[in-house]
C-alpha cells in the first residue's frame, strides 16, 4: 500500500445496498468530497477507488507510454504478430 496503513473497515446496509464508509481525514488526504466523481475497479480480488481526477491523468500516463512503445518497436511486434 505505497507507505499508507491498512484499516479494517466493515460494510454497512444503505437500503438494498452495501456501503463503505470512509473516514473524513482519508477524504480529507484523498482530496475527495461529495462532489468528486470515483472510479470503481476490481481486478477480481481486490477493489479499488481511485478520484476521477487521478484515474484520467494515470490513463494518459498509460496512453503516453504505450505510444512511446509503438513509435519504438512497431516494426518488432509486427513481425512477432506474423
Do not use: F
Amino acid at each position: 500500500m505505497r507507505g499508507a496503513a491498512a484499516m479494517k473497515k466493515r460494510l454497512v446496509r444503505h437500503g438494498n445496498s452495501r456501503a463503505l464508509v470512509i473516514d473524513k481525514a482519508i477524504l480529507d488526504l484523498l482530496k475527495i468530497d461529495d462532489d468528486t466523481e470515483l472510479e470503481v475497479t476490481t481486478d477480481g480480488r481486490s477493489l479499488t477507488v481511485t478520484p476521477q481526477h487521478e484515474a484520467e491523468a494515470r490513463r494518459a500516463r498509460l496512453d503516453a507510454a504505450l505510444d512511446r512503445v509503438e513509435e519504438r518497436y512497431s516494426e518488432t511486434l509486427r513481425r512477432l504478430a506474423e
